[in-house]
């Protein structure tokens, strides 16, 4: 069992940044993908940012790519979303969630132990 608990929303303007943090409780993260999703009103959840455990790979949304950063901090046992070059189109509420099996999947099924999520809001 994993809990993860998402912090670190406010409400920023354009252009500006923000780091999300993601606080992952489970016996050992090695075997998992972390991975953050958003979703606006309205609007279906959708994969942002997702990083292997073990080793660090990463995978991005084309929105996202270039403007935000996912890392990890193994000591910590947390993972971080920096987000820079903020746009209105951002605005969301942030998940943080993993992927069992360790495939680094931008599809939203595959993931499991949702967060409550963190509220981001981008104005113009």
């Known amino acids: 069992q994993v809990q993860t608990v998402e912090s670190g929303g406010d409400v920023v303007q354009a252009g500006g940044s923000l780091r999300l943090s993601c606080a992952a409780s489970?016996?050992?993260?090695?075997?998992?993908?972390l991975g953050w999703f958003r979703q606006a009103p309205g609007k279906e959840r959708e994969f942002a940012a997702a990083i292997k455990w073990y080793g660090g790979s990463t995978r991005y949304a084309d929105s996202v790519k270039g403007r935000f950063t996912i890392s990890r901090d193994v000591a910590k046992n947390m993972v971080y979303l920096q987000m820079n070059s903020l746009k209105p189109e951002d605005a969301a509420t942030y998940y943080c969630a993993v992927e069992p099996t360790g495939l680094l999947s931008s599809v939203v099924e595959r993931y499991r132990y949702w967060g409550q999520g963190t509220q981001v809001t981008v104005s113009s």
């Open positions: 489970a016996r050992t993260l090695r075997t998992y993908v």
